[in-house]
């Protein structure tokens, strides 16, 4: 209950045409300590004096010329709606039209002429307790709407920004997209990818990850122009939203710059942290965002040689070529469209051929042959090079066996596959490969193993296990393309590798140049000295097989001798060989 005292400080309006009614009023409400009352005769005032000064109640006349009380409570109601002031009719009139029609103006309560004091001051007190109770209500609600709206305006605030940087995220990126595209002026986008995070995080966890983001957007941020925006679009990617972009040149340079920033060793803690970029560019006046967003990705270049790619029609095109290329490949091995050819290798000291590399082909139906060097990248990257991995050694055993048990191959030839990091890294493959050999009834001599650098350095303790395991059945393993990717000798000792390859990159250009041969020769000491034997991959001509036979490079293949041939090709060129070392070619 509100304390009476505590009302006396509410603002009266007491309303009479009679000057005598007020007065009394005026002097019972003063002896009773009511501080702030004013009052009129004139009832066309009281519109006015309430916007003036609100008050907390009215004591109204109902019966005065002109506007009468009724009137008076319509005119309130008209101006200032829920907002009215309460209202305590005056009223010597007893009859139930007068009261009902003040009842359903809005009217709180009554009093009767002639007035009784202790009635008048406690319908007063009644009136402005209720109200007093309202008003406490209403400021409750409007300061409780006022922290919603606060709350809310954070929360909006929070779920456009990153809580690393404190930059604008997706959504946050997004919003500003969207206006942009409303206003028609060209705006430029920048698709930034960040390689290396993940190798960071893997080394240093993610509070180094996060200062090191929080570093990179300080440090971003300062190279833009103030009109810019930039922020993370993912978990390693960054847009930078480019408004009034005035020409292709200008983005371009921009592009560089940030890439020149990132490509630096950025100091965290007392870390100092690699990263690399490539940033694709797209730029349009009217556009959708995600559209926008979507043409810049497509945009970002593959390696680093350029950093920078601007996107066109033809690009994408390219791109969903490849990804139709990539929907196509899934499933193509049951399909049938999947096929092996053989090239043979040559023992260089007698000119005798002593196994094959199986090499894998595509004809699509719709595509045709397609190059290797196009799908095999595609089958990694979505995973699809396990089954493939799977067919292409299932394959290969298959037509080893019927080679072995037909005697069309003689005891020491050996056939090579190719294995992905992928394959490789799968826990059990090496087991999975010797049961299979087993069913064939195949000696692990039988087989090779061809493995990139950068497919051992995936897992290299996982790839020393299984190629020990492989290894001690005979099986011999085989670097590929030695000398193009890690070149690290260290795993050399680890690992059971009997073969290393030469890549074609080094044999072409051997009899022109002194330094590619003192390479060679190089790489072939070297091989040696692990106890490892040497293919050399791409031999075209004789001088190259003779320069090699003379560094004393044991193994060959390319087209010098033959070509890749299909299975039936393959065994009567083998059997051609055999009787005539080192002149049959199919090139």
Request: net charge negative.
């Amino acid at each position: 209950m509100t304390d009476e005292a505590a009302l006396t400080h509410k603002r009266l309006l007491v309303v009479d045409d009679n000057p005598t009614n007020i007065e009394l009023l005026l002097d019972l409400l003063d002896e009773h300590g009511f501080e702030n009352v004013t009052s009129t005769s004139d009832s066309t005032r009281v519109v006015s004096l309430c916007e003036t000064d609100c008050p907390d109640l009215i004591l109204l006349d109902i019966r005065m010329p002109g506007l009468d009380g009724h009137g008076v409570m319509s005119a309130l109601t008209e101006r200032f709606g829920a907002q009215a002031p309460p209202v305590i009719v005056l009223t010597a009139q007893h009859d139930h039209e007068t009261r009902q029609t003040a009842l359903s103006l809005g009217a709180r309560d009554f009093l009767t002429k002639p007035f009784r004091h202790d009635e008048v001051l406690q319908r007063i007190n009644n009136a402005l307790s209720v109200h007093h109770r309202f008003q406490v209500r209403d400021q409750q609600a409007q300061a409780l709407e006022h922290l919603v709206a606060q709350r809310t305006q954070a929360l909006e605030q929070q779920s456009r920004t990153n809580p690393t940087t404190g930059l604008p995220n997706r959504h946050g990126l997004t919003l500003i997209l969207d206006e942009l595209s409303q206003q028609g002026d060209s705006t430029g986008i920048l698709f930034i990818a960040l390689d290396g995070l993940d190798d960071i995080m893997r080394l240093h966890g993610y509070g180094t990850i996060e200062a090191l983001l929080s570093h990179l957007s300080q440090q971003l941020s300062a190279a833009l122009p103030p009109s810019h925006m930039i922020g993370p679009w993912g978990g390693s990617e960054w847009l930078v939203i480019c408004p009034d972009a005035v020409n292709t040149a200008t983005l371009v340079d921009l592009a560089n710059l940030l890439c020149r920033l990132i490509h630096q060793d950025h100091p965290v803690a007392d870390l100092l942290l690699p990263i690399k970029a490539r940033v694709g560019i797209c730029q349009a006046s009217r556009f959708d965002p995600e559209r926008l967003v979507h043409q810049a990705a497509l945009a970002l270049p593959p390696g680093y040689a350029p950093m920078v790619q601007y996107y066109s029609e033809a690009l994408e095109q390219e791109q969903r070529h490849r990804l139709k290329l990539q929907q196509a490949l899934r499933g193509a091995g049951a399909r049938e469209e999947l096929t092996l050819v053989f090239q043979p290798k040559v023992d260089l000291a007698s000119g005798r051929a002593i196994g094959a590399e199986a090499l894998l082909r595509w004809h699509h139906p719709e595509f045709g042959t397609v190059s290797p060097t196009d799908f095999i990248p595609l089958a990694e990257a979505s995973g699809d090079i396990l089954a493939i991995g799977d067919w292409v050694i299932d394959e290969a055993l298959k037509h080893l066996k019927a080679w072995h048990r037909e005697d069309r191959i003689d005891q020491d030839f050996h056939l090579a596959i190719n294995v992905a990091a992928r394959q490789l890294s799968r826990q059990g493959f090496a087991e999975r490969l010797l049961e299979r050999l087993n069913r064939c009834d195949l000696s692990g001599a039988r087989l090779g193993l061809e493995v990139t650098e950068s497919g051992l350095m995936l897992d290299v303790d996982l790839a020393r296990e299984q190629l020990t395991l492989l290894g001690r059945a005979g099986i011999r393993i085989a670097i590929d393309d030695f000398g193009t990717g890690y070149s690290s000798l260290a795993y050399l000792k680890t690992l059971p590798v009997s073969t290393l390859k030469i890549d074609r990159a080094f044999v072409s250009p051997l009899p022109d140049s002194e330094e590619d041969r003192n390479l060679a020769a190089t790489v072939i000491a070297m091989a040696h000295s692990f106890g490892c034997d040497v293919v050399a991959e791409g031999i075209e001509h004789a001088a190259q097989a003779d320069l090699l036979r003379d560094l004393g490079c044991e193994t060959a293949q390319g087209y010098y001798y033959s070509r890749p041939l299909p299975p039936e090709a393959f065994t009567d060129w083998y059997r051609q060989q055999q009787a005539t070392p080192a002149q049959l070619s199919y090139g």
